[in-house]
């Protein structure tokens, strides 16, 4: 079984800090993609990496995807109450996806 | 929004009675997943099919059972629901297996077996 473990499992930060989510695991995946999920709702994907080393930036979230392909993370410059929400890893190989438990993040205004 | 429709979106069900969840989408992709969300589990795959007929088991298929007679309908049935079973489940869609392929979500069904 393939395993992916998210850190911190909980953050609250005020709006406008910096944070970063990580994503771990023992191992190698064809690609990781990263979702957010509010309340009620399902998973929203944000962004798919897919060769080691990548960076992607969306608008203040940069995402990273480890040299080995076994880790990724996710950066928020200048947080805001609506980045609120669970984000989810998760580890794609040969057409399934293994998530991470996700970390819930608080951004009090 | 990708199309994809879960029904029921809420369902209580007494222990031992057979449920069945439906989903149902719209953008022909090959690709069709059911997972349970929990407290300190995350997402779990239950099932996933990769075409009509052609199925496979996830890392929590006990209990389960599933169907996809048409490109559009994957069915969730419980033979005999227990109350572990109570969970939200997700239905997810994908063109294909391959590395970076988008999935998508449906809203999720909240099931209570009581």
């Known amino acids: 079984t393939q395993l992916l473990e998210q850190s911190p499992q909980f953050l609250s930060i005020q709006e406008g800090e910096n944070l970063t989510v990580y994503c771990n695991s023992s191992?190698?995946?064809?690609?990781l993609q990263w979702y957010r999920q509010e309340p009620g709702e399902g998973p929203v994907l944000l962004v798919t990496v897919v060769t080691g080393g990548e960076v992607k930036k969306l608008k203040r979230l940069t995402f990273q995807f480890g040299d080995a392909r076994k880790d990724s993370s996710l950066h928020i410059t200048a947080a805001q109450p609506g980045d609120t929400g669970l984000y989810l890893c998760?580890?794609?190989?040969?057409?399934?996806?293994?998530f991470g438990d996700g970390t819930t993040l608080t951004v009090k205004p | 929004d990708a199309g994809i429709t879960q029904s029921p979106r809420h369902k209580v069900t007494e222990t031992g009675t057979p449920v069945t969840l439906r989903c149902h989408q719209t953008?022909?992709?090959?690709?069709m997943y059911w997972y349970r969300q929990d407290p300190g589990h995350g997402l779990r795959l239950i099932h996933y099919s990769y075409g009509v007929k052609d199925t496979d088991k996830g890392e929590v298929s006990d209990g389960y059972s599933v169907s996809r007679s048409k490109t559009e309908d994957f069915l969730l049935t419980l033979e005999s629901a227990t109350s572990s079973q109570t969970s939200v489940y997700f239905c997810a869609i994908g063109p294909d297996g391959r590395p970076g392929n988008t999935i998508y979500f449906g809203e999720g069904s909240w099931l209570t077996v009581v």
């Open positions: 953008e022909n992709h090959r690709y």
């Open positions: 998760a580890g794609g190989n040969a057409g399934k996806s293994t």
């Open positions: 191992s190698v995946f064809s690609s």
